[in-house]
Nanobody, 127 residues
Framework: QTQLVESGGGSVQAGGSLRLSCGGSGNIRTSNCVGWFRRGTGREREGVATVSRDGTKTTYANSVAGRFTIFRHNVNDTLVLQMNSLKSEDTGKYYC????????????????????WGQGTQVTVSS
């Protein structure tokens, strides 16, 4: 059963932008924490950005802060990641995570806090 579906990946040159979307089959709307994670070639999956249920608390990896923006549309059951000023090191497969467990008032960048995942969408940035 498909639960989360990512879209919007592709190939861009360094400095370009992409906008990723994740449709949730109800999972975005009902989750406390949701977020985006990525796995580069030969690397572990890492947290990129997370957002709280009401959308007011966001957390970003240091490597993307100031360049990426995460937001959620609970009414539309959609999670979005706007990626600007892309770098070659942003290359990887990006995954949407939902049903995230909050840590206090925050949503961590730790993949084991999340129990539902999409299949991922590939982002390739060429320098």
């Amino acid at each position: 059963q498909t639960q989360l579906v990512e879209s919007g990946g592709g190939s861009v040159q360094a400095g370009g932008s992409l906008r990723l979307s994740c449709g949730g089959s109800g999972n975005i709307r009902t989750s406390n924490c949701v977020g985006w994670f990525r796995r580069g070639t030969g690397r572990e999956r890492e947290g990129v950005a997370t957002v709280s249920r009401d959308g007011t608390k966001t957390t970003y990896a240091n490597s993307v802060a100031g360049r990426f923006t995460i937001f959620r549309h609970n009414v539309n059951d959609t999670l979005v990641l706007q990626m600007n000023s892309l770098k070659s090191e942003d290359t990887g497969k990006y995954y949407c995570g939902a049903v995230g467990r909050p840590f206090g008032e925050n949503c961590r960048l730790w993949e084991y806090d999340y129990s539902k995942w999409g299949q991922g969408t590939q982002v390739t940035v060429s320098s």
